[in-house]
């Protein structure tokens, strides 16, 4: 499996994401807000892998939030905005159609991030990385399967949605 470094405006990371192209007729990915845009992962730090075969791509973003968990500030609720921002750190993006194994993938996915985020931004952010799966939008029986044949741990679901952190691997 080789990975290749891209970025979220990469024409071949975007057919994938959006299913056109030699994808054309899977359809967009389910997390995908806007296809058809010229970017999928929004504002933050990233790192975008591509499959040379270009039939899988992996985004991992490390996004402020605007609330503190629980405050319901980011819903609304509240006209007060929380002065005390915190980051998550997520895999935002994981599209497999036909480069191999999924869990194969998503291990060496998350070394190379490992190591493409240190080289592009010095460290490794303090957060976990983590991933959430919409399970009422898969249609495995086993929503988060290949994550957790990948190693990731602590499956928790909240709101329909199963969460997920990434092993720690040395550097």
Not at 37 to 48: A, M, P, W
Not at 63 to 72: E, H, I, M
């Amino acid at each position: 499996m080789n990975w290749i470094l891209s970025s979220s405006s990469d024409h071949v990371a975007l057919s994938i994401v959006d299913g056109t192209g030699k994808h054309k007729g899977n359809g967009p990915h389910y997390s995908r807000r806007t296809p058809g845009s010229k970017t999928f992962t929004g504002v933050g730090q990233e790192i975008v892998l591509v499959t040379s075969c270009g039939n899988a791509v992996w985004a991992v973003v490390r996004q402020r939030t605007p609330a503190k968990r629980g405050s319901g500030i980011s819903r609304g609720r509240d006209g007060v905005s929380d002065s005390s921002c915190r980051y998550i750190w997520r895999n935002m993006m994981f599209r497999n159609l036909g480069a191999g194994l999924s869990s194969d993938l998503i291990r060496s996915a998350v070394e190379l991030t490992y190591t493409h985020w240190v080289n592009r931004y010095g460290n490794l952010p303090v957060e976990i990385l983590r991933t959430e799966v919409d399970i009422s939008k898969v249609q495995s029986k086993n929503p988060g399967y290949c994550y957790k044949c990948a190693g990731w741990i602590n499956p928790r679901i909240v709101r329909r949605k199963l969460y997920l952190d990434a092993p720690e691997l040395p550097l």
